[in-house]
């Protein structure tokens, strides 16, 4: 929400001056995107804040998919820059799609939503790194070193992947390793979970009995 209230008022001069400052196609993209975002965040924070705190919300998945058509279908004067926010928007396309899957299989009960993640939940997150790369790799100076040095976009693409790679086995890393210091701790979280569970459902028996004592006191002096 911040992300697209910041995108909707600084991709365009709105305090424009000449007639340089008119609206241009990217501008006029840039900006709607930006209110898109916006948008879609003020309704996904209201149905998180009235859902269950455990649910998860699909709105920001669809705002990646319609980020990503947008970006897929975002023409640019030189070829290879259109070929990189091509990759861009796939990438955002298939992060949104991820993680619609990734909700399903946890609302369904194939994915078990303990305190380690499963492998598959890696997925969006790996693509959430390559549309990042994607998207840092897509500016101008960068699309004219590779016509330069006449790179193509698909060793490009192999070249922004194998750092995504790289990236996700060094947090995959630091994360295993959390969990493997972490361990004993957590496991004593949910025991005292687990413990006041049980304490609360024997104060709701306790109160529900304790009620119903009274209820027939109540009858018996009536009677």
Same mark, same amino acid.
């Given at each position: 929400?911040?992300?697209?209230?910041?995108?909707?008022?600084?991709?365009?001069?709105?305090?424009? *001056?000449?007639? *340089?400052?008119?609206?241009?196609?990217?501008?006029?993209?840039?900006?709607?995107?930006?209110?898109?975002?916006?948008?879609?965040g003020?309704?996904?924070?209201?149905? *998180?804040?009235?859902?269950?705190?455990?649910?998860r919300n699909?709105?920001?998945?669809?705002?990646?998919?319609?980020?990503?058509?947008?970006?897929?279908?975002?023409?640019?004067?030189?070829?290879?820059?259109?070929?990189?926010?091509?990759?861009?928007?796939?990438?955002?396309?298939?992060l949104?799609?991820?993680?619609?899957?990734?909700? *399903?299989?946890?609302? %369904?009960?194939?994915?078990?939503?303990?305190?380690?993640?499963?492998?598959?939940?890696?997925v969006?997150?790996?693509?959430?790194?390559?549309?990042?790369?994607?998207?840092?790799?897509?500016?101008?100076?960068?699309?004219?070193?590779l016509?330069?040095?006449?790179?193509?976009? %698909?060793?490009? %693409?192999?070249i922004?992947?194998?750092?995504?790679?790289?990236?996700?086995?060094?947090?995959?890393?630091?994360?295993?390793?959390?969990f493997?210091?972490?361990?004993?701790?957590?496991?004593?979280?949910?025991a005292?979970?687990q413990?006041?569970?049980?304490?609360?459902?024997?104060?709701?028996?306790?109160?529900?009995?304790?009620?119903?004592?009274h209820?027939?006191?109540?009858?018996?002096?009536?009677?």
């Amino acid at each position: 929400m911040l992300v697209g209230a910041i995108g909707t008022f600084t991709e365009h001069n709105f305090f424009q *001056t000449s007639n *340089t400052d008119s609206w241009s196609h990217k501008d006029l993209q840039h900006t709607l995107i930006g209110v898109s975002w916006f948008a879609g965040g003020l309704l996904g924070v209201l149905m *998180t804040c009235r859902s269950h705190p455990r649910s998860r919300n699909p709105i920001p998945s669809l705002i990646f998919i319609a980020t990503g058509i947008a970006m897929i279908t975002h023409q640019q004067d030189l070829v290879m820059a259109s070929h990189t926010h091509f990759l861009f928007g796939a990438a955002l396309v298939c992060l949104g799609l991820s993680t619609i899957a990734e909700i *399903t299989l946890l609302a %369904a009960g194939f994915v078990k939503d303990h305190d380690q993640p499963a492998l598959f939940q890696f997925v969006p997150v790996f693509f959430m790194c390559a549309s990042g790369m994607f998207l840092m790799g897509s500016n101008r100076d960068m699309v004219l070193f590779l016509i330069n040095s006449h790179i193509d976009v %698909a060793t490009y %693409a192999l070249i922004l992947l194998s750092f995504c790679f790289v990236i996700m086995f060094y947090f995959y890393v630091l994360v295993d390793l959390y969990f493997a210091l972490a361990g004993p701790q957590s496991a004593k979280y949910r025991a005292l979970e687990q413990h006041m569970d049980r304490q609360s459902t024997s104060s709701q028996t306790s109160t529900l009995n304790h009620s119903e004592s009274h209820s027939s006191l109540a009858s018996a002096a009536f009677v």
